[in-house]
């Protein structure tokens, strides 16, 4: 068991730095969105590379950052039968969401990603934008990025579920423990 809450610190840790790292891009689409605004309604002028960033940042911020809204909890769910629920059935209703519509879902992804993401690779695409960014290959890498952590963050949860149904999750730091999020939810 004491692997397990290992197990699951890591991951969540991991998630954690690539999702406040990456978190910095949205600052990063707001100056290149005010950018191509200024250029357009300014200096009546327009640049497709940088057009073709703002796109691609927010691609790469969106995708990178999906394993870490869930370590959060934060991604929209209908939750009026999981809220008031205890901790046990809540550990019960994430293991079986992970185990049967998570896991399969990105494992649908990342098969049909992978296929997109070699194309890309195999002939270094490039904007489709006449003079726009080159590179879209490494964008299109993000798509394995999003699988990866989702899916190792999906683990996580699911070896927190088990922790909680074999009565260990106290091998947890507190910020990870189903206790917590209940605590943070009541404020």
């Known amino acids: 068991m004491q692997l397990l809450a290992w197990i699951v610190r890591a991951i969540s840790a991991l998630n954690r730095v690539v999702g406040e790292t990456l978190s910095w891009l949205a600052l990063a689409c707001v100056l290149v969105c005010f950018t191509v605004v200024v250029q357009r309604y300014f200096f009546n002028t327009s640049t497709l590379w940088v057009q073709d960033l703002y796109v691609w940042l927010s691609g790469a911020m969106f995708t990178g950052v999906a394993g870490f809204a869930l370590l959060r909890d934060d991604h929209v769910r209908v939750d009026i039968f999981y809220r008031p629920a205890p901790v046990r059935r809540k550990a019960m209703a994430d293991l079986f969401g992970v185990v049967f519509f998570l896991m399969p879902f990105i494992y649908v992804v990342f098969q049909f990603g992978w296929v997109a993401v070699a194309r890309s690779w195999g002939y270094y695409e490039g904007s489709s934008n006449i003079g726009g960014m080159p590179g879209l290959f490494v964008l299109k890498s993000f798509i394995i990025v999003f699988c990866v952590l989702v899916g ?36």
């Open 152 to 187: 190792l963050q999906g683990l996580a949860m699911a070896l927190r579920a088990i922790l909680v149904l074999a009565d260990r999750e106290q091998l947890l730091p507190e910020h990870l423990r189903y206790s917590a999020n209940d605590a943070k939810e009541a404020h």
